[in-house]
């Protein structure tokens, strides 16, 4: 691991380069006027990956997986971006990715019982399945955990958006550039 002094801190441009388009995105998934972002995209990509990855350890595991794969990744690289290569705008955006994952997943949650969204080849929805084997694929259930999910989603965005956008504040200056005072006390003391 670096040294912590020796980590630049992010530009403000960097951090305003990446805080725009997660605010336009967080605005309409937190509101509900949206349900899914371009960034879902990649996230099918990891989620389908998931199945596969999971296959190996039975039926419940393999259905929950692609849910698995698409908040794994996220996590994962923010873990990255604050253990092991300190970059703490990027461990920001991946907090923000980790909640809009949660958020699209709620949709599919939510979509348990109605089966209207459309899937990747077909075959069964994950959901649908997994709420089924716990015995939780009433109407109150399903939306019960969809709407915790979405919340949970919604404090992960906004968490992960003010987290960026700590770094276009300029108040945060003080905080993020070493001194360059001296720190040595004067004789005497």
Do not use: K
């Not at 020796?6 to 380069?17: Q, Y």
């Amino acid at each position: 691991m670096s040294d912590p002094e020796e980590i630049a801190p992010p530009g403000r441009l960097t951090a305003l380069v990446v805080l725009l388009p997660i605010a336009f995105w967080t605005i309409p998934l937190a509101t509900g006027a949206a349900d899914w972002c371009l960034i879902d995209l990649v996230n099918l990509a990891f989620h389908e990956a998931g199945h596969l990855i999971f296959t190996p350890f039975g039926t419940t595991l393999h259905y929950l997986g692609g849910t698995l794969g698409q908040i794994a990744v996220p996590l994962l690289l923010g873990w990255y971006f604050l253990v092991r290569r300190p970059q703490p705008i990027g461990a920001a955006f991946c907090s923000w990715w980790a909640g809009e994952n949660l958020v699209n997943i709620s949709v599919y949650m939510a979509d348990a019982r109605a089966l209207a969204l459309p899937l990747v080849g077909g075959g069964d929805h994950d959901w649908n399945e997994l709420f089924y084997r716990f015995g939780l694929l009433a109407s109150d259930s399903v939306a019960a955990v969809a709407a915790g999910t979405r919340g949970l989603g919604v404090v992960c965005m906004t968490g992960g958006l003010l987290w960026v956008a700590w770094f276009v504040l300029p108040i945060n200056r003080d905080f993020r550039e070493p001194s360059r005072r001296s720190t040595s006390l004067p004789p005497g003391r």
